[in-house]
């Protein structure tokens, strides 16, 4: 099977293609304008040189069966554009555009062609998060924090906020009946934002502070007098009485740890398959951030 590999910042080098080259039976095609990185991936990943392309038209040529989208957030629209266009199965990275109607045109546009498009929000597929679904969750907090960097608003929420959005909707019991947004803003950087999310029977928190003075995320499901806390991904600890610590082994990959290979995966079955996955649940995420960028800019206003 032949994969497409769009941009080959850290992202891919770190996360995906190690997942992806060590998969029996694919065929890796790679693309990027950079020579020298096509080169310096290339050698590292042992891939042929008819499997390096320049473009997104050298990569059509070569006919793919898939393709992942890691190139950056601005150049997402024209290349899922042409990969649909040419029926190619997509997975992008999030987000899938900066602006909401774009990303509209392009779930519409995998719907009326039939054709997959999965959007990488790896944490509904890392194990410490999935398996919060089997606990109470009459109250989830979630906050991811950074040291230092204060953004424009779209682009942190889009870039960053939104992977906060999505699991605050993964793991909601119910459909929320209210939103809330709360932000603070200073010289047009978005320095920390708070979204509640509430419905029957439970409320749910993201947090995110771009001047933390540390980077972290911790992830916290409670209700029924018992509590799951998840740390930056990798501890679990179990709070119901005595607390107990589980911790992620010593081998475990970091992608397997962050959901990324699992989702990698259900992508590569869903092709095999011959399934079509649809965006359309991914949207909605897009929609309540663009909420979320609306209430920003109200407040800072």
Known sequence: MKIGVIGLGDIAKKAYLPVLTAQPGLEPHLVTRNAATLTSVGDAYRVPGEQR??????????RPDAAFVHAATAAHPELVRGLLEAGVPTYVDKPLAYELAESRRLVDLAERGGTSLAVGFNRRHAPGYAQCLEHSRDLILLQKHRVGLPEDPRRMILDDFIHVVDTLRFLAPGVPDHVGVQARTSGGLLHHVVLQLAGE???????????????????????????????????????????????????VPVARQRGIEQAVLTFLDAVRAGATLSAQDALRTHELCERVVDAVREQAA
């Not at 392309?53 to 070569?62: E, I, P, Q």
């Not at 990798?234 to 610590?245: A, L, N, R, Y």
């Open 53 to 62: 392309h320049t473009s997104l038209d050298g990569l059509l040529a070569a």
């Open 201 to 251: 029977g439970f409320t749910a928190l993201g947090v995110m502070n771009r001047l933390s003075g540390s980077a972290e995320e911790v992830l916290e499901v409670s209700g029924q007098d018992t509590k799951r806390e998840v740390r930056n991904l990798s501890e679990i600890i179990d709070h119901k009485g005595q607390p107990s610590v589980r911790r992620r082994g010593d081998w």
